[in-house]
């Protein structure tokens, strides 16, 4: 094919999206807004402190709403065309695969194997791939799992692709594949269901050998040559370990897979470790000296690849571009599978993703999520766009090299070579084993010491939300990014369930957000010195937003309670003209919201389920966050990283919101038990002096008060059956206590104004 024409062949495609309609929603909610500003202003010397109250949460209110139209402004998506790839690149690139676990009970291994299975089948070819498992726990279960799990490969990845499987995680393919049945036509011969019944055996006989193992005991590991670096392991006290479980070199198998790493770094007491941060760090470094793949993918442990040819489209983005500028790395939304019908916990984060992730993709492009994301090495290595020879880490002498990658010869040579912008890699046949020395010596809790890890290069250190200040960096080097939309997903996850695992994950990211903008990597420093776009700085201030709205929201959700206990109001009597500013604002609000849900999909219930546990994570996850993010700054406390678990316990309905006494609970449960107290004191007053809940009597509260005290309890709906529930579906009667204690000091404060 003539030159010309292959680089003619597309690779990828930006189609923008109309939202003619959104937008004109969006300005009329902004006007109603404004609206409601100005009528405030105009009127806060007839009202006082409640109406200045007021104005404060709304303009918060108003600036958020600001921030969600410029993101949401220019919708795009792209296209791609992976059956163009080998003709428009002469071979593919390399891909090291990360995926990191660090708890074998809230992440049980067999959620890990399947992620991994998932990614040794997909289609791509298995020379180019390496696999690295970081478990920071260094549970010899787990590796006695995936050692079991590259046995069963050996029959999993060959049965993938003789027989076109379209979903290669085998938990999810077995279990909706009741059974032997595919599109292909050879799925009616005898050797398709032999060999459909023969995986699906070993895969239970896989299952079993992993329970096994999970029930055991640390001391009873199989005493075996293999299994001997874990005697003496403690949790958070080994030194580094890594295993090369299984190589795909020329003595493997004919249908072989790829590399299987297994490294659990070294874990000291007095040192700190960084969290998944110091995770991933090691796995570069220590991938960077076996195999030094140009391109690097990184997923969860329980994310697997759920479109087989994910690895294909992602190369699509990455070179479909004729200046590598516009895509320094491609993000995959967190889709999930499995997921309760209507998502009663908000945990899906469907319409989020969809309406502002697809916004930001028009911008800058998408934040790095964490997983599912490819990189460039060379971009984790610290090298702008194009300047490979104008960036210090490119002209480096060897002294200089050790002060920013560390003393490794092998590493610095690595490092060399991907900087040099190299995407090919030697012909020559990788020995694994003779790198393992290396590799332990980088996985160290020292080697970072006096080096640039974490701080000008690899995953950056100061948050919790690692992913996102590694994203911004990259971008306010002028990298752009680029969002990957396929159907099927291309990774799906486990979404958790129930009260506390759902809150605690939105905690630990309220906390770092706010950690990220106070810290040094404020997106306002990165816009004014450095290369982020203006549009693309308000779109990370969006999303640092989120702790900050928990203040101003429950300062908004007292104020129907505190007008019913002081006879006050903070809104027009139904009677004014000036109702309708809010009421119009709300009615259209939610319309507009509920178009969106119905955009994707969604039913009604899943708006309402969305719109309530809204509320409850505002006043729990975020506020807890944002005390927790306060401090953090201050230097009163220290980060703590909180795994979400992974799995589900069977004994618990899955639907039911669950309590347990944890203190995130108290706000919502003294929210609750409040606006019922105001609304028997308002009920009580309107009685005693014959009012009118029109108008309220005067300067009291009316029907503005009274709808949304109503609104606040419907969307503390699970808290107020949780003053009925039992076991894990009640509320804790500590959690009670502590919340009676607030509400009393709430009374208190205006009790004289009660009278």
């Excluded at 809230?106 to 070819?125: C, D, F, G, H, K």
């Excluded at 036509?185 to 459909?196: C, E, P, T």
Aim: proline content about 6%; aromatic content about 12%.
């Amino acid at each position: 094919m003539p030159m010309s024409t292959r680089d003619s062949l597309p690779l990828q495609e930006r189609v923008p999206l109309n939202n003619t309609l959104q937008r004109a929603s969006d300005l009329i909610i902004l006007f109603h807004l404004i609206s409601l500003l100005y009528y405030r202003l105009i009127s806060l010397h007839f009202h006082g402190f409640v109406w200045l109250l007021s104005f404060i949460c709304e303009s918060w209110f108003t600036f958020v709403w600001i921030l969600y139209t410029n993101a949401k402004w220019n919708p795009v998506t792209y296209k791609t065309y992976p059956q163009n790839l080998l003709k428009r690149l002469d071979e593919l690139p390399a891909v090291d695969i990360f995926v990191t676990t660090a708890d074998p009970k809230l992440e049980p291994p067999i959620i890990t194997v399947n992620t991994v299975l998932s990614l040794l089948a997909v289609e791509y070819p298995v020379e180019k791939l390496a696999c690295y498992v970081s478990d920071d726990a260094a549970s010899p279960a787990t590796f006695y799992s995936l050692v079991q799990a590259s046995k069963f490969a050996k029959l999993w990845v060959p049965f993938c692709k003789k027989y076109d499987v379209r979903v290669r995680a085998p938990s999810v393919y077995f279990s909706t594949q009741c059974s032997p049945s595919v599109s292909s036509a050879r799925a009616l011969s005898s050797d398709f269901r032999n060999d459909w019944n023969h995986v699906k055996d070993e895969y239970e006989k896989l299952c079993q050998r992993i329970a096994n193992a999970c029930k055991e005991k640390h001391d009873d590991v199989p005493k075996t040559d293999e299994f001997a670096d874990f005697s003496d392991v403690e949790r958070g006290n080994h030194p580094s370990i890594v295993k090369v479980i299984w190589e795909n070199n020329k003595d493997a198998m004919e249908d072989g897979f790829p590399h299987l790493i297994y490294v659990p770094r070294e874990k000291r007491p007095r040192h700190s470790h960084h969290f998944k941060a110091g995770a991933m760090n090691v796995l570069t470094r220590v991938s960077g000296v076996m195999t030094n793949a140009p391109l690097m993918l990184n997923v969860d442990c329980d994310m697997f690849a759920n479109n087989p040819e994910v690895f294909l489209h992602g190369m699509c983005l990455l070179f479909g571009f004729s200046d590598e500028v516009h895509c320094g790395y491609v993000q995959t939304f967190q889709q999930f599978y499995g997921g309760l019908k209507d998502d009663p916990f908000g945990n899906q984060l469907v319409v989020l993703q969809y309406k502002i992730g697809l916004g930001i993709a028009g911008l800058q492009g998408p934040f790095y999520g964490g997983t599912g994301c490819f990189h460039r090495r060379k971009i984790i290595y610290g090298s702008p766009p194009n300047l490979p020879h104008a960036h210090r880490y490119d002209v480096l002498s060897y002294k200089e090299s050790k002060q920013v990658f560390g003393d490794c010869r092998e590493l610095l040579d690595s490092a060399a070579h991907i900087r040099s912008a190299n995407m090919k890699t030697s012909g020559k046949l990788i020995d694994l084993s003779a790198k393992i020395e290396a590799a332990k010596q980088l996985a160290s809790c020292t080697y970072e010491f006096n080096t640039s890890w974490g701080k000008e290069i690899g995953w950056l250190y100061g948050a919790v939300v690692e992913d996102l200040i590694t994203g911004l960096k990259i971008q306010s080097m002028g990298w752009e990014s680029k969002c990957m939309t396929l159907d099927p997903a291309p990774f799906l996850g486990i979404a958790p369930t129930g009260g506390p695992a759902s809150l605690t994950q939105y905690k630990r990211w309220a906390t770092g957000l706010l950690e990220f903008l106070l810290g040094p990597y404020n997106p306002l420093l990165a816009t004014i010195y450095k290369s982020l776009r203006f549009r693309q700085c308000l779109t990370y201030l969006l999303i640092n937003a989120w702790p900050l709205r928990s203040p101003f929201e429950l300062c908004y959700t007292l104020l129907p309670a505190y007008c019913f206990l002081t006879n006050t109001s903070f809104l027009p009597k139904a009677s004014e003209p000036a109702i309708m500013i809010p009421l119009g604002l709300m009615v259209i609000y939610n319309v507009a919201t509920l178009m969106e849900y119905f955009e994707c999909g969604l039913s009604v219930r899943a708006w309402w389920n969305n719109q309530r546990m809204q509320r409850i994570i505002v006043l729990t996850s975020w506020l807890f966050g944002f005390i927790g993010g306060v401090l953090k700054t201050m230097g009163l406390s220290e980060t703590i990283f909180e795994l979400t678990r992974k799995d589900q316990n069977s004994d618990i309905d899955p639907r039911r919101f669950t309590f347990d006494s944890s203190p995130m609970f108290v706000p919502g449960t003294a929210v609750v038990m409040v606006n019922v107290v105001a609304l028997v004191v308002g009920l009580v007053r309107m009685m005693v002096n014959g009012e009118d809940v029109e108008e309220g009597g005067g300067d009291g509260p009316g029907l503005g008060e009274l709808v949304c005290s109503l609104w606040v309890l419907l969307s503390f709906w699970p808290f107020v059956k949780g003053f009925f529930g039992r076991g894990c579906y009640g509320i804790p009667w500590v959690i009670v206590f502590k919340a009676a204690v607030l509400v009393l000091l709430f009374l208190q404060i205006f009790a004289k104004c009660m009278i």
